[in-house]
Each structure stands twice: as structure tokens, then as C-alpha cells.
T-cell receptor, first 114, second 114 residues
Framework: AQSVTQPDIHITVSEGASLELRCNYS??????LFWYVQSPGQGLQLLLK??????LVQGIKGFEAEFKRSQSSFNLRKPSVHWSDAAEYFC????????????FGGGTRLMVKP | EAQVTQNPRYLITVTGKKLTVTCSQN?????MSWYRQDPGLGLRQIYY???????DKGDVPEGYKVSRKEKRNFPLILESPSPNQTSLYFC?????????????FGPGTRLTVT
């Protein structure tokens, strides 16, 4: 079945440590790929997106993500986490069909230790 | 300010009492969608609309209705709410594919059905 998987439901890192959140998708073609962040009680904010071209994309708040076609992955990274990064992160794919616009992973909740 | 607004933000209701959640966007976007968010499941699309008077089902449409009489508005209607529709609901809008299809989300509506 076609799906988006975020294997880590919860991740805890220390402030200042590096971060990598995993995302894998199972589709035949390369979709559009997104990472969104949801802070407590807030809506979803787009961190970054990949449509084509350079496989390393830069986003807001110091985040980046790398698309690896061979692994069907689009992992999110940040070299040094800040306490304000504590939130839930969602990977999403756009299959470029007419209507099913975004398929989301289950989310990864990030906690940051002082 | 470009935005998607939803009302109400919080709603507690009883089984069977019809309700409507409004959604409005000021970006002149053609596409609009409704999603529900449940723990561990990420966001799942309920309905989408590609333009005025054009709507179609997403992944989880049962128990919901929508309408798109104006480009800016896309209300979600629960004719007879049930407890399994307790969830966090998000409205989103986006331009069509040739302009990026990045989705903009509203702040969410937390619905509780008792």
C-alpha cells in the first residue's frame, strides 16, 4: 500500500545537539515532498519542500532535508536544536494527482532537554 | 495578511446536533481541503475542492459534507455528528500545480462530540 512512514513517534534530544527526523514513502514515482511543524495548540507551518533539482533543500528555522531517491527517504535535519524547536513534525507527500493533495506521515513529537 | 481562517476554534456538541465549521482564505486560491488530525494517524483528507462548485471525497469522507459556492469559502458540515468525529480539523488552501501547490493551513478547530 502507498504510504508515508515516520518511524519515530517520539524523539528527545538535548538542546544544542543535532537532530534527524526520518521519513520514508512508498510510491513509484517521486512525489512532491514537504515537512511541516506543528507547535502546541497551533496550526501547521511549512518548514521546507522538495519538488525537483538539488536534493538538499534548505528551510526556515535552520532546518534542511535531503531527498534520497534510492532510499525513498526525505529526512529532516538540524545541526543544533533550540528549546523552541519542541513540537510535532509531519512529513507529507503530494502525489500530483488531481485531488488527494497531501498524504501525511503519523508525525514525530520532538522534546528538547535543557 | 495572507491567511486561512476557521471558526469556531473550539466546539463541544452532542451526538446528532448538526454543525458547520467555516473556512475562509484571502489568497484567491483555487484548491481547498479539509483534514482531520488524530493521534498517531497524522492528517487525513476528508474532502477537497478544485474550484467553485467542484468538490470530491478524500480518504475519510463518511459523515461529512462540504460546499464551495464561493472561491474563498469552504465550510465543513456534520449533519449528525457522532463521538468518532471528535478530532482536530484543519482547513487548507493552495494554488494549482503550476504555481507550486504549497498548502496553507488554518489554525485548526478542535471538535468534541459527546
Amino acid at each position: 500500500a502507498q504510504s508515508v512512514t515516520q518511524p519515530d513517534i517520539h524523539i528527545t534530544v538535548s538542546e544544542g545537539a543535532s537532530l534527524e527526523l526520518r521519513c520514508n514513502y512508498s510510491y513509484g514515482a517521486t512525489p512532491y515532498l514537504f515537512w511541516y511543524v506543528q507547535s502546541p495548540g497551533q496550526g501547521l507551518q511549512l518548514l521546507l519542500k522538495y519538488f525537483s533539482g538539488d536534493t538538499l533543500v534548505q528551510g526556515i528555522k535552520g532546518f534542511e532535508a535531503e531527498f534520497k531517491r534510492s532510499q525513498s527517504s526525505f529526512n529532516l535535519r538540524k545541526p543544533s536544536v533550540h528549546w523552541s524547536d519542541a513540537a510535532e513534525y509531519f512529513c507529507a507527500v503530494d502525489l500530483l494527482n488531481a485531488g488527494n493533495m497531501l498524504t501525511f506521515g503519523g508525525g514525530t513529537r520532538l522534546m528538547v532537554k535543557p | 495578511e495572507a491567511q486561512v481562517t476557521q471558526n469556531p476554534r473550539y466546539l463541544i456538541t452532542v451526538t446528532g446536533k448538526k454543525l458547520t465549521v467555516t473556512c475562509s482564505q484571502n489568497m484567491n486560491h483555487e484548491y481547498m481541503s479539509w483534514y482531520r488530525q488524530d493521534p498517531g494517524l497524522g492528517l487525513r483528507q476528508i474532502y477537497y475542492s478544485m474550484n467553485v462548485e467542484v468538490t470530491d471525497k478524500g480518504d475519510v469522507p463518511e459523515g461529512y459534507k462540504v460546499s464551495r459556492k464561493e472561491k474563498r469559502n469552504f465550510p465543513l458540515i456534520l449533519e449528525s455528528p457522532s463521538p468518532n468525529q471528535t478530532s482536530l480539523y484543519f482547513c487548507a488552501s493552495s494554488p494549482p500545480r503550476d504555481r507550486g501547490r504549497e498548502q496553507y493551513f488554518g489554525p485548526g478547530t478542535r471538535l468534541t462530540v459527546t
